[in-house]
């Protein structure tokens, strides 16, 4: 079997730097740091999940290249992703003499890599610092970009910066030993990036959509890592810091950061929350951004045909849009929603009343309601568009 293999480059104002996508990169990353000229001592943050499964692979591949290695443990999820956490991490860190010069590096999925990254901005006014993403949704998002950061009780990742990494060392296979809800997750933040950048990517998912969930088959997995990558590398090159452009990549988060707050950041797996608001931004963007039915229709079959499982019930739209108000995206006391015009195509607006923002959260609940069947989720769903005044 060949593995497939492929570099791809994202650039910044000061530089760029490699995503390497590779089967087996993990063992390879000696070499990967000579060539970028990186030094020890090698800050290695990681939790101890990650740290069971790879942590030994990455020291005996860095030691045999000659570098130091120093290994600090953080606790695993969403809710650790905080600035106690950062304390805690610096303090381990420069017990373990972490030095200016050296390199950090992030092993895990997308709250190692935020958490790490900003440790990495502040520590010494910043330390160059590499990831290792080991989830699937770290690997074609949260890896790619220089954003990092950490949540407040205000809202989510509303403390952080841009920190652009060294390298990004992506190896396919640790996908394998995920959850079957993490691979999910990152296939919701796929579909994210096929609907808002590449209406044919979308076919390419629809087509593999069990295969990249079921994560069985690593050559495939490469290839729609390294197309989704390649997506996001496009947009975070023409906007490093978010001031236009790379908002597009907020589509579904407006909600989904909403509901990770509302659900104390236990229930989802954020791209589970993704794949959420995707269905209430893509029921907005059909009811005032312009969204043609038929282009709906596509995008609720495909988002209800992912095989989520987690509970939506019980959720209080009111309490969702509410919370929508403490997140950053907010400005001027109105709520920034990313809706599509059609695929591929979006557009930013305030003009979303909390009332339509509540019944896109209904319809989303109705779509994804454990208890209901086909037949009468359309019937509510309908009944809801009906009865909104946008
Ligand atoms: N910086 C960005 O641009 C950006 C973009 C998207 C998402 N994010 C952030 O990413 C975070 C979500 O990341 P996530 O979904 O990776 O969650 P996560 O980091 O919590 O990882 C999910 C679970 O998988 C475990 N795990 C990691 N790798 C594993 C492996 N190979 N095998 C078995 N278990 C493994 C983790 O320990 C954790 O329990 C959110 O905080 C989100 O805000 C950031």
């Known amino acids: 079997m060949t593995m497939s ?3 791809l480059t994202v650039k910044h104002s000061t530089g760029k730097y490699p995503i390497l996508v590779e089967p087996k990169s993990l063992d390879a990353l000696g070499e990967q740091f000579e060539r970028r000229s990186l030094k020890s001592p090698v800050g290695i943050v990681t939790n101890r999940r990650v740290n069971d499964l790879y942590g030994d692979r990455i020291r005996e591949g860095l030691r045999g290249a000659g570098f130091v290695t120093r290994t600090v443990l953080m606790p695993d999820g969403e809710r650790y992703k905080n600035l106690a956490t950062v304390e805690q991490l610096i303090n381990a860190l420069l017990k373990q003499k972490m030095e200016r010069n050296g390199t950090i590096l992030a092993l895990g999925g997308g709250v190692t890599g935020d958490v790490t990254g900003f440790v990495a901005s502040i520590l010494f006014r910043g330390v160059r610092w590499v990831q290792v993403p080991t989830t699937l949704l770290a690997q074609v998002d949260a890896s790619v970009g220089g954003k990092t950061g950490v949540n407040h009780e205000f809202g989510k990742n509303i403390i952080g910066a841009f920190h652009q990494p060294e390298l990004v060392v992506i190896d396919p296979e640790v996908n394998l030993t995920l959850e079957t809800r993490d691979r999910l997750s990152g296939y919701a933040e ?4 096929a609907f808002i950048l590449d209406p044919s990517f979308l076919d390419v998912l629809i087509k593999y959509r069990d295969k990249i969930i079921d994560g069985d088959d690593v050559n495939m997995l490469s290839r729609a890592i390294s197309r989704s990558v390649a ?3 496009q947009i975070v090159t023409e906007d490093e810091r978010e001031s236009n452009r790379r908002r597009v990549l907020n589509f579904g988060h407006t909600f989904a950061h909403a509901l990770e707050k509302v659900t104390e950041y236990k229930r989802y797996r954020h791209g589970e929350a993704v794949l959420l608001g995707m269905y209430a931004a893509g029921w907005l963007s059909n009811q005032v951004s312009g969204l043609s039915n038929d ?13 989520f499982d987690q509970q939506v019930d019980d959720l209080d739209a009111a309490k969702v849009v509410a919370a929508m108000e403490g997140d950053k995206k907010t400005r001027h006391d109105r709520i920034n929603y990313v809706l599509l015009k059609r ?3 979006v557009t930013i607006t305030d003009a979303v009343s909390p009332t339509a923002a509540q019944l896109a959260v209904q319809a989303m609940k109705v779509a994804f309601s454990n208890s209901g069947n086909t037949d009468d989720e359309s019937t509510s769903d309908a009944n809801v568009s009906a009865t909104g005044k946008l």
Do not use: H
């Open 343 to 345: 695929f591929g195509d």
């Open 231 to 233: 997506l996001k590398a």
């Open 295 to 307: 282009n709906w229709e596509i995008m609720r079959s495909i988002l209800r045909d992912v095989p």
């Open 5 to 7: 293999s492929e570099t």
């Open 190 to 193: 796929m579909l994210k990036m």
